[in-house]
């Protein structure tokens, strides 16, 4: 991998998030856990480059995340298509899934990221927050996308590297 500018990032943010997946992840106690996101978001925000990660309160992810203070977004390349849909399926919770996705976990400052990972963005996270059912305008995205009401929290983080294969 190496580290390439916020200039040089040329990519479709909206095919790298919502075709071809993210894995988000973090450490915790000297263990590594990600998961798999479809949603999210790139932008500039306070001045900063950032990005905008979702995560559901009952994902074990979210403990990791909450712990640390930086993470990684990883995009690996589509032939990862089966190892991202199980990633998002089965909780690191259960079993090691990153180990039985044969997914090889790399570390640039002490953030984890996947050597597989065609495109990694190391992150800080400076903001979070949970999305609230008063809040939405469109009400029938509630019983669309939370049943359970179990809203998403909002990370904003900062991009502070690229790095690309």
Aim: with cysteine; proline share 2%.
């Amino acid at each position: 991998m190496k580290e390439i500018s916020h200039d040089h990032f040329n990519e479709n943010s909206f095919n790298m998030i919502g075709k071809d997946w993210l894995l988000i992840t973090a450490e915790k106690d000297g263990r590594v856990n990600t998961m798999t996101a479809s949603w999210g978001g790139l932008g500039i925000m306070w001045n900063k480059k950032v990005a905008y990660i979702f995560i559901r309160p009952q994902r074990y992810t979210k403990e990791f995340v909450d712990s640390a203070d930086r993470l990684s977004i990883s995009v690996l390349p589509n032939s990862y298509r089966k190892e991202l849909g199980y990633l998002g399926r089965v909780s690191g919770r259960d079993e090691d899934k990153i180990s039985n996705a044969n997914l090889t976990v790399k570390q640039y400052e002490d953030v984890p990221y996947f050597d597989e990972a065609r495109l990694t963005l190391i992150c800080k996270k400076l903001y979070a927050q949970a999305l609230k059912e008063e809040c939405f305008i469109d009400k029938g995205i509630i019983d669309q996308w939370y049943p359970e009401r179990d809203y998403h929290i909002m990370y904003v983080v900062e991009v502070e590297k690229i790095l690309e294969k």
